[in-house]
T-cell receptor
Framework: DGGITQSPKYLFRKEGQNVTLSCEQN?????MYWYRQDPGQGLRLIYY???????QKGDIAEGYSVSREKKESFPLTVTSAQKNPTAFYLC????????????FGPGTRLTVL | AQSVTQLDSHVSVSEGTPVLLRCNYS??????LFWYVQHPNKGLQLLLK????ATLVKGINGFEAEFKKSETSFHLTKPSAHMSDAAEYFC???????????WGAGTKLIIKP
């Protein structure tokens, strides 16, 4: 059963702590994306990766970091430098043959206390 | 540069009546366009996509959208609303130069019994 998994579904952290969100896909897609969603706003792109061992900053990369050591995995670290990290985080992937359609995971809701 | 404007932040209709969610885009060339749906605290699901084939696109759950180049619009419609259609809907345009998606701010669809 192919798809994208994100874990955990809910995450609570204290202010000043780094936290890593997991994203795994078994769709054999080359490209992967991380978005942030805040109430009343569309999705904003944090980072994306078109290929293993390569990634680019999106529109709101400050305070975040990523790695892409394997095709299947694209973890996102929310660092203490991110001023307002409480949000819903969505991971997506894209095949090279799908007219840019992206497939989404179920999301992780991060709350910083 | 591409952009997307969803003209209504909220749309409220009665069950069994037609749905119209409006979207205008700006693009310097013929774009790929998408509608995604998001149910509360869930990931995003593709409803339909336009990729320069037929201008009237049929999607899942009885939704369809018409690409009108002269009006730069891609409005989403459904003949008869169902309670399960209550969700947030996003209109999206693809930037084919870097495979990124440009997201509208979303329209929350409310279905009255």
């Amino acid at each position: 059963d192919g798809g994208i998994t994100q874990s955990p579904k809910y995450l609570f952290r204290k202010e000043g702590q780094n936290v890593t969100l997991s994203c795994e896909q078994n769709l054999n897609h080359d490209a992967m994306y991380w978005y942030r969603q805040d109430p009343g706003q569309g999705l904003r792109l944090i980072y994306y990766s078109q290929i293993v061992n390569d990634f680019q900053k999106g529109d709101i990369a400050e305070g975040y970091s990523v790695s892409r050591e394997k095709k299947e995995s694209f973890p996102l670290t929310v660092t203490s430098a991110q001023k307002n990290p409480t949000a819903f985080y969505l991971c997506a992937s894209r095949s090279g043959f799908s007219y840019n359609e992206q497939f989404f995971g179920p999301g992780t809701r991060l709350t910083v206390l | 540069a591409q952009s997307v404007t969803q003209l209504d932040s909220h749309v409220s209709v009665s069950e069994g009546t037609p749905v119209l969610l409006r979207c205008n885009y700006s693009s310097s060339y013929s774009p790929s366009l998408f509608w995604y749906v998001q149910h509360p605290n869930k990931g995003l699901q593709l409803l339909l996509k336009y990729t320069s084939a037929a201008t009237l696109v049929k999607g899942i759950n009885g939704f369809e959208a018409e690409f009108k180049k002269s009006e730069t619009s891609f409005h989403l419609t459904k003949p008869s609303a169902h309670m399960s259609d209550a969700a947030e809907y996003f209109c999206v345009v693809s930037d084919d130069s870097n495979y990124q998606l440009i997201w509208g701010a979303g329209t929350k669809l409310i279905i009255k019994p």
